[in-house]
């Protein structure tokens, strides 16, 4: 129900959101709230009524004020109904457990005779209960299905009617179109991995014949197809994070009082759901800082030369693989003098070191790292651009290019690689073995593979080591000292290392041998593993011959950095 109810405002608020560009009427939005069928509460005062009025008779222009004051009525009209469907679920759900506790008297049965207001003793009719408990029952057969068509008929007491046939159909309306939700999706991509396991295990074995060869290449095509279909399934638009993102801007704007137009480009385009709901919040922390401090008061803008009105754009794209999310704003831009001045402070560099303008803007990204010379409610803590950097490089193994100009402004591009999250599901992965274990090390983070010798590792004289991989120097990490494992007698033939990437950060992991690529089902742990493992681990893949440890590649680049 509550998703119904956010489809609806989320209509509207697409509306209120074009009344300023002239792309829609005020009769159009005026249509748009009678849509929601609450006519005694579609506007929320007299006053809300006049100015609609007002709009649609052309007396009053439309505003940036008013445009956020229609935002935050229909924020006002979700909560209403959010609330009133709470009582109604809530309800269902009461009647669902008496009826498994036997409990649930039907009002049918509800004791023949009842006193009125007066007093007076009369019968209970069906007409009067049904109201009472109609929202309630049908939720809970829409959502559980727990009353079969025989047992709705003895607690009836009516014969079920034939339904008559729709207007213009051949017998009966069509569906288009049905809700699934997300855990039923994620349990059929579960069991499409497992599939893809057993299948790995099946065409490994030496023994199938050219008929049966033949025939596992077929069913790679099919299982590759269903898992492709699901996958698009899972698919939504970024509006659903945009949307709201103008309510969160004409809020602040207002509040600070500033002036800015906030455009939004590429709305329509379609990502994992998980990657969808993993850049909402680094988006929220991006647009919040671009108003507090990117964005001058309009006296300001007014005497450099700029209009008193500011832009804040909004942005996404695909390239390839990757999606592209841009936000940038024409404000005063970041200097990165303060910022060097401020790495200086907090000992992140030394005052003689030289660093390439675009890695000093990169500080912005370090925990609690902030210039502003005071900190309110709304940014200057210094924690908001380190969550934005865990999220989109961390878990999404993102990347984030900063670019800025001062007096000009700034441009922040999230590039992400469009994979579904590791925590969960299916990831192309390497399969390689370790003093004879197996670990999974998933491809995203994977540069290169190298078939290292003993002349390419140096070590240093703090007891690290690095490798040449060809030409270029990484900080090398011999995975077998970190996991406690028997040492596996240093470099030999088959050694390997593999260069990861992770951000901006480069690193090889030294392993016995890279065994194979293969899709892999990453299931996570059902208990904490902090407790038995000492370095991060994600979760275990299930490979096909057995089930190996899927490295946490992100956390244990700062595990073994610490």
Request: charged share 25%.
């Amino acid at each position: 129900m509550k998703q119904s109810i956010e489809q609806c405002i989320e209509a509207l608020e697409e509306r209120i959101l074009v009344l300023e560009q002239g792309r829609v009427s005020p009769e159009a939005l005026s249509d748009a709230l009678g849509r929601l069928g609450l006519l005694n509460v579609r506007y929320p005062s007299a006053n809300v009524a006049t100015l609609m009025d007002m709009l649609i008779d052309g007396i009053a222009p439309v505003t940036p004020e008013m445009v956020t004051a229609f935002l935050s009525m229909a924020d006002g009209q979700r909560q209403l109904l959010f609330s009133m469907a709470g009582i109604v679920e809530d309800r269902a759900e009461k009647i669902r457990e008496l009826r498994a506790s036997g409990e649930y008297v039907e009002p049918q049965e509800a004791g023949g005779e009842r006193s009125d207001a007066d007093g007076a003793p009369g019968k209970s009719s069906a007409t009067e209960s049904a109201p009472q408990d109609a929202a309630a029952s049908a939720t809970a057969d829409d959502e559980h299905a727990e009353v079969s068509a025989p047992q709705q008929a003895e607690s009836g007491k009516a014969k079920a009617q034939p339904a008559a046939p729709a207007k213009g159909g051949k017998g009966g309306s069509e569906i288009s179109s049905i809700r699934v939700s997300t855990e039923k999706l994620d349990t059929l991509i579960d069991y499409v991995g497992k599939l893809m396991t057993q299948y790995a295990v099946i065409a490994q074995n030496p023994s199938l014949d050219a008929k049966a060869i033949a025939g596992m290449k077929e069913l790679e095509t099919v299982i590759a197809s269903i898992k492709n279909e699901v996958e698009k399934i899972r698919l939504v638009p970024l509006k659903q994070i945009f949307t709201p993102m103008h309510r969160l801007v004409s809020s602040l704007t207002l509040k600070m009082g500033k002036k800015l137009r906030f455009e939004v480009v590429g709305d329509d385009l379609e990502l994992d759901k998980t990657i969808v709901e993993h850049i909402n919040e680094p988006l929220v922390h991006l647009l919040r800082n671009a108003v507090d401090h990117g964005m001058e008061m309009p006296e300001d803008r007014a005497m450099a030369g700029k209009d008193e009105t500011g832009t804040l754009t909004l942005s996404a794209e695909r390239r390839g693989d990757k999606a592209f999310i841009t936000v940038e704003d024409d404000g005063k831009g970041i200097d990165p003098e303060r910022i060097r001045a401020k790495a200086v402070e907090r000992g992140l560099m030394t005052g003689d070191e030289v660093i390439a303008p675009e890695e000093v803007l990169r500080f912005i990204l370090k925990s609690g790292f902030s210039t502003a010379e005071k900190v309110t409610d709304v940014s200057g803590r210094g924690v908001g651009m380190d969550a934005v950097a865990h999220s989109i490089e961390g878990k999404l193994g993102g990347e984030i290019c900063i670019r800025s100009n001062v007096g000009q402004g700034s441009v922040f591009t999230l590039a992400i690689p469009l994979e579904r999250s590791l925590s969960e599901g299916i990831v192309d992965a390497l399969i390689v073995r370790l003093a004879g274990e197996l670990f999974v090390v998933p491809s995203q983070s994977v540069l290169e593979v190298y078939a290292v010798r003993r002349r390419d590792i140096a070590s240093m004289p703090g007891g690290e080591e690095t490798v040449d991989v060809r030409g270029e120097l990484y900080s090398l990490f011999r995975l077998d000292r970190y996991f406690g494992l028997a040492a596996s007698g240093g470099v030999n033939g088959s050694s390997q290392a593999v260069v990861i990437k992770v951000g901006n950060r480069r690193a090889a992991f030294l392993v016995d041998e890279v065994l194979r690529q293969q899709q892999v089902v990453v299931a996570n742990f059902t208990i904490p593993v902090k407790d038995i493992y000492r370095v991060p681990i994600l979760g275990y893949g299930m490979i096909g011959e057995r089930d190996a440890l899927v490295l946490d590649v992100e956390s244990l680049l700062d595990y073994m950095q610490a």
